[in-house]
């Protein structure tokens, strides 16, 4: 799949996620392991492009993720049980 319809995807789903009402927790997975915990809607910001993210953390510190490494999102019902979703 070409890569750039890949990074839409991802970056449509991500903003599909950040309009929810209510907001709900997500994490973001990582080719590499790491995962990137999103806390709330004001903590995230996606490039005009659709291609990297900004993730800002409660210490200030931030986390700049390449949306292309993005494996999966996992999210976090207010109250209720984990769900995952995996990207195609």
């Known amino acids: 799949m070409n890569l750039r319809i890949m990074a839409d995807m991802i970056s449509e789903r ?8 209510p907001f709900q927790k997500f994490t973001m997975h990582l080719a590499d392991g790491r995962q990137i915990p999103v806390l709330h809607r004001e903590f995230l910001m996606i490039s005009p492009s659709g291609r990297t993210a900004n ?21 976090r019902p207010n109250g209720g049980a984990h769900r995952r979703g995996k990207r195609n």
Do not use: F, G, H, M
């Not at 991500?14 to 009402?21: D, G, S, V, Y």
């Open 14 to 21: 991500i903003r599909q996620l950040w309009k929810a009402e």
């Open 55 to 75: 993730v800002y953390q409660p210490d200030d510190s931030l986390n700049i993720v390449d949306l292309l490494l993005v494996t999966d999102l996992e999210v």
